[in-house]
């Protein structure tokens, strides 16, 4: 496993560095935050560890930083500050955990320990493709029963591929993943080992090559073979010619009104430039170029949607514009007329990242709520090929009518629409209270923390940033619907103290929590039965069972191995911490509680793991 260790003391950071690579440990180190997120950015790392003196960047902002950007990498966060304000704000950013300096060496082994075992808990289930089986806990491949002998680099290829189907794999991402820091091996290598392993599969008996060459792209693991009628199969090829086809002529009239758009930008890059501006022209250049965003990131022109979310940046406060943002802004438009035409002669449409689902014999229904009517038709035909009805609302009051007629069975729901006075937050709380068993997924071009947080807060599934592709909202959408449907989640409280079990039941229910309480641990197994916890909280020290066993019991049963457990005591001591880390706790809370602190790491915990029961599915 690789770990990222960003600290700007080598002094301080020299011990764990040393007691990581004794514990066989993959190790890159940054000595700055800015060199740190070069490294997370273009690098694959199992867990970073993050040291958070204040330079210009420090460690929270760069855990911000990697969350905003969809980093799901364990961070442990290390800081000499040590209040529980500090403490708080490093979980808020997105820190898995935070331990105070100067700490205890084994403790930090310990936590780390923690850390990776629960992130790898989630994929050590056989993988398997057709007859051939892969076993991570005895590194074992067969075929058809009969074993496979593999190099360690053929091994880890494999590996790689069955854990992420249909996921392309460049050669340099490739070298990230299989090879350790300390070798230095060319893209060529990648090719090299690629053969070698496609071969062995071949001489094993596999037919069809299950590696398969993206020209241009890198790798990818092949669909396993399904028999399907040839009706089915030429029926498909007209219906998926006809997706293309109508997905062409959408580009050609999208791109037919580009260049009125465009007379927007530069009448506002000319009102700037002479001190003329008018509001109005500025906000309707605002609202295209947000539309754009969405637009041009749907038909696969990345550089364009880029370019159009800058614009719209530029002009959001146009009153304070100077000068050099009216040249910024007329260099803007130049560059994205260039990026248009480059994908005008492209003539292509952006190809799914993955396979979609077969239609079924009563469609899903998907509700999109957004005033981008371009982006809306795109969803709409290529949701023919995932089996899904899609119906679209321009504005908010056209989304209560749709729902309020037909109830979707998933929403797509923009933040920002043409009316100013219109907020998707404000139907996002509604819908909380009158449709909570629909599942929201936010889609906007926003990427602030504060948005982020709300949203969640307001029960929306997913959050996606503009630009997507069709077929990875799409995707999206469908992981939606088949989430399976799920309360409150239940939190399981054991203490033999009563007034520490109403502290926490009255703490953490107001957060739409189901808190089950319990007093007496000689009846833990039947209540951890009868409620099936999706989080447990212990005490360490409780009469006839202390918590550091039930914690024990808990992890030697298979149904509840996965289950987040969080310890809470008054002991400070190493041993005592260590040993809660040992026996398979993933969080370590000291009395007295602070509640604010409690509440970040329980919703932390509990979204962790709904979102890795996601990446099991």
């Known amino acids: 496993m690789k770990i990222l260790i960003v600290d700007d003391d080598p002094v301080t950071a020299s011990p764990l560095l040393e007691a990581l690579t004794a514990h066989h440990y993959l190790v890159e180190a940054a000595t700055n935050a800015e060199y740190g997120l070069e490294l997370a950015q273009t690098s694959h790392y199992d867990l970073a560890v993050l040291d958070l003196t204040p330079h210009h960047l420090d460690g929270i902002h760069l855990c911000q930083k990697l969350r905003h950007q969809g980093s799901q990498m364990p961070i442990l966060l290390l800081s000499a500050k040590g209040s529980s304000a500090d403490r708080i704000r490093g979980l808020e950013a997105g820190a898995d955990d935070y331990v105070i300096k100067p700490y205890d060496l084994s403790e930090l082994m310990a936590r780390i320990r923690a850390l990776l075992r629960r992130r790898h808990s989630t994929v050590s289930k056989v993988l398997t493709w057709e007859k051939l089986r892969l076993e991570p806990d005895t590194g074992e491949v067969t075929y058809k029963g009969e074993l496979l002998h593999l190099t360690p680099k053929e091994y880890g290829l494999l590996e790689l591929f069955l854990r992420h189907p249909r996921r392309i794999f460049s050669r340099s991402a490739i070298l990230d993943h299989i090879w350790s820091s300390d070798e230095f091996p060319g893209e060529e290598a990648v090719t090299t080992q690629i053969k070698g392993l496609r071969q062995k599969l071949k001489a094993a008996g596999i037919k069809l090559n299950l590696i398969e060459t993206v020209y241009g792209l890198g790798y990818r693991l092949k669909n396993a073979p399904t028999p399907e009628p040839e009706d089915k199969k030429a029926k498909d090829g007209v219906s998926e010619a006809k997706i293309r086809a109508a997905v062409a002529q959408i580009w050609q ?199 982020r947080v709300k949203a969640a807060r307001l029960g929306a599934t997913t959050f996606l940033q503009k630009p997507m592709t069709p077929p990875a909202i799409l995707q999206a959408v469908t992981q939606a619907i088949n989430q399976p449907k799920s309360g409150k989640a239940k939190v399981l409280v054991v203490d033999d103290d009563p007034q520490i079990l109403a502290l926490l039941r009255h703490v ?23 409620v099936s916890p999706d989080l447990l ?57 602070v509640e604010a602190e409690l509440i970040t790491r329980v919703l932390n915990r509990l979204e962790r793991r709904s979102s890795n029961s996601s990446y099991d599915e």
């Open 537 to 593: 909280i212990l005490d360490v020290e409780m009469p006839e069972y202390s918590g550091i066993e039930l914690c024990q019991v808990v992890r030697h049963d298979l149904r509840w191995s996965k289950l987040p457990v969080l310890f809470l005591s008054a002991h400070t001591e190493v041993q005592t911490v260590q040993q809660v880390f040992t026996v398979g706790a993933d969080d370590y809370i000291k009395k007295p509680i």
């Open 253 to 451: 009239t999208f791109k037919a009104s580009l260049p009125e758009k465009i007379d927007v930008f530069r009448q506002v890059s000319v009102t700037l430039a002479t001190g003329t501006l008018n509001q109005q022209l500025c906000e309707n250049a605002k609202l295209e170029a947000h539309r754009l965003v969405g637009s041009l990131g749907s038909f696969g022109c990345a550089e364009g949607s880029k370019i159009a979310r800058e614009i719209e940046q530029l002009l959001q406060t146009p009153t304070q514009a100077t000068p050099q943002d009216a040249h910024k802004l007329k260099h803007l438009i130049d560059s994205l007329q260039q990026a248009i035409a480059t994908k005008s002669t492209l003539n292509q449409v952006t190809p799914p990242a993955c396979d979609p689902p077969s239609a079924s014999t009563s469609p899903a229904r998907l509700l999109v709520i957004d005033d981008d009517q371009i982006l809306s038709q795109h969803i709409e035909i290529e949701a023919k090929a995932w089996g899904l009805q899609v119906d679209s609302a321009p504005h908010l009051q056209a989304a209560k009518r749709a729902i309020a007629l037909h109830p979707p069975n998933v929403i797509l729901l923009d933040l920002t629409f043409a009316d100013t006075q219109e907020n998707g937050f404000k139907l996002l709380e509604e819908l909380a209270v009158q449709h909570s068993d629909i599942p929201v997924l936010i889609f906007s071009s926003q990427n602030h923390l504060s948005s």
């Open 508 to 530: 953490l229910q107001p957060w739409g929590l189901n808190v089950t309480t319990l007093a007496h641990p000689q009846r833990f197994w039947d209540v951890l039965e009868a």
